[in-house]
Every structure is written in structure tokens, then in C-alpha cells.
């Protein structure tokens, strides 16, 4: 039995939406914007896709929302680490699954938290197949975070908050044992 406390159900905040969320489409104003970092539409398949193009030793993919308080908690931590890892061959990819009319939030928040590379903002209506596409242990609560290695394998997977010493240990375990 899997603990994910202060964090968010992914598959129960965007159920509550049901049929109307499946009915918007994604706004061009989801593109790459000239003010502040690209927020990109992805599904899970893409995003995987990108984690497993060998362009990083480590990529971090994190889920997250602008409502759910423990991700925005550890937001600040995982800017960071991406800042001092950066030039070490890590990589974060933040997704975002606001909905679509969040989107102005979304661009204030990364603004403010100083991401100056593209982010994305979940594409896909079917909630349950984006979570089990990217781990199906995973329960779809927020923020999750999944450590992947540079062949494209999870190494870790973090449901709920974490800070920078935890997602710092999860990194240098992948660096040091590359497999």
C-alpha cells in the first residue's frame, strides 16, 4: 500500500472536470511563448520518447499543478537542482497538468520560479492511460517525480513532496550506477 500524503490525486482533481475536459482542445497560446519559456502540449508516449533520445545522462520528469501546495513547496528544490546539475548531464522536464484554462497561471508561476527552458503541459484527455503510460504503480496523486537514466529506464519514481536532498541522493545514485 502505496502512502501519498499532502499529495494531490491526479485521476480525482481531473475527474471532477469528466467530459468537459475531454471536449477543450489545447489553445495555440500552449506554444512556445516570447515572454518566458516554451510550455509545450505532450502525452505521456512523446514525453517518454524525449526521456529515452540518449540527449542526457539523467532526466527528471516531474508532474505537477499551480493548485497542488506540496508542488509548488518543492518547485523551488527542483529548479535548483536543475541549475546545479545542469552542466553534469542532467536534465528536469517539468509537465504541468493544469487544464487548459490555467494556462496564464502556469506561464506567472514558471516566470516567477526563473525556468528559462521548455516545460509542458499534459496533452492527453485519458487520465488513466498518461498515468499508466508512465508507471503503471503509479496512482496518479501530485507531484510525482520519476528518475530516468540515460538509456531511458526508471530508476526512480517519488510520489508526493520531496526536496532537494531527496531528489539530490536519487540523482547521484543514478550518475554513480549507471547500470
Known amino acids: 500500500m502505496r502512502r501519498a500524503i499532502g499529495a494531490i490525486s491526479l485521476t480525482l482533481v481531473l475527474g471532477l472536470a469528466g467530459a468537459g475536459r475531454s471536449a477543450q482542445t489545447r489553445p495555440s497560446s500552449a506554444r512556445p511563448q516570447r515572454d518566458g519559456a516554451p510550455i509545450l502540449p505532450i502525452t ?25 501546495q506540496p508542488c509548488v513547496e518543492e ?20 509537465v504541468s497538468v493544469d487544464f487548459d484554462s490555467e494556462l496564464p497561471a502556469v506561464r ?17 484527455d485519458d487520465d488513466t492511460a498518461f498515468i499508466n503510460t508512465l508507471h503503471p504503480e503509479w496512482s496518479g496523486a501530485l507531484p510525482a517525480t520519476f ?15 520531496g526536496d532537494f536532498a531527496l531528489f539530490e541522493r536519487l540523482i547521484q545514485d543514478v550518475l554513480k550506477n549507471p547500470m
Open 44 to 68: 505521456a508516449a512523446k514525453l517518454l520518447e524525449r526521456v529515452r533520445d540518449g540527449k542526457a545522462r539523467v532526466t527528471i520528469v516531474n508532474l505537477w499543478a499551480t493548485f497542488c
Open 75 to 94: 518547485f523551488p528544490d527542483l529548479v535548483r537542482l536543475e541549475k546545479t546539475y545542469r552542466d553534469k548531464g542532467v536534465r528536469v522536464f517539468f
Open 108 to 124: 506567472r508561476f514558471l516566470r516567477q520560479q526563473g525556468v528559462d527552458f521548455p516545460t509542458f503541459l499534459k496533452a492527453e
Open 147 to 161: 528518475v530516468y537514466d540515460a538509456q531511458g529506464r526508471l530508476r526512480h519514481f517519488h510520489e508526493g513532496k
